[in-house]
């Protein structure tokens, strides 16, 4: 059986590890470990698009990074409950034309007894951004520590 901690119930320091760790995996940009995190039976709504079981979440985002490059994100705990976490969140990216956006967004999920993420509900909005507007200056991969997070950055 899989475990993936922390595990609920949630407490305010492991509802905001959780976020951490999951913001830590999406800035990897690596599919198949970020599919890991989800049950086999996952269910999510992205936008207007739903995704099922976790060969889709992986098929979702090749395609997403494939369309999305130079992808950045912050994540915030917004509140959690026993075995629910809401986030928001803002990304930056580019697309194959040089053009940049800055996504924002709201996330609610809901977690297993094994720490894995049964239902991801995704709301996201892009605003196309100047270059020179950019916010997340980070080397690709996870965002450095001392790295501002979206409430210090006035988000």
Known sequence: ??????VPPFTLETATLKVRMAEDAWN?????????VYTTD????NRAEFV??????????????SQELDYRLIKE?????ANK???RFAYEWHDDSGNWYRSFGNENWAFNEQGLMLRRYAC??????????????????????????L?????
């Open 85 to 87: 976490i809401a986030v």
């Open 42 to 45: 996952t269910c999510w709504r």
């Open 1 to 6: 059986m899989e475990i993936r901690q922390p």
């Open 124 to 149: 996201i909005n892009d605003k196309p951004i100047k270059e020179s507007e950019r916010r997340f200056h980070w080397p690709l991969g996870r965002r450095p520590d001392e790295h501002p997070g």
């Open 77 to 81: 705990l917004w509140t959690f409950d």
């Open 28 to 36: 990897s940009r690596d599919p198949e470990k970020v599919s890991l």
């Open 52 to 65: 099922n079981r976790r060969e889709e979440v992986v098929q979702f985002l090749q395609r997403k990074w």
């Open 151 to 155: 409430s210090e950055l006035g988000f």
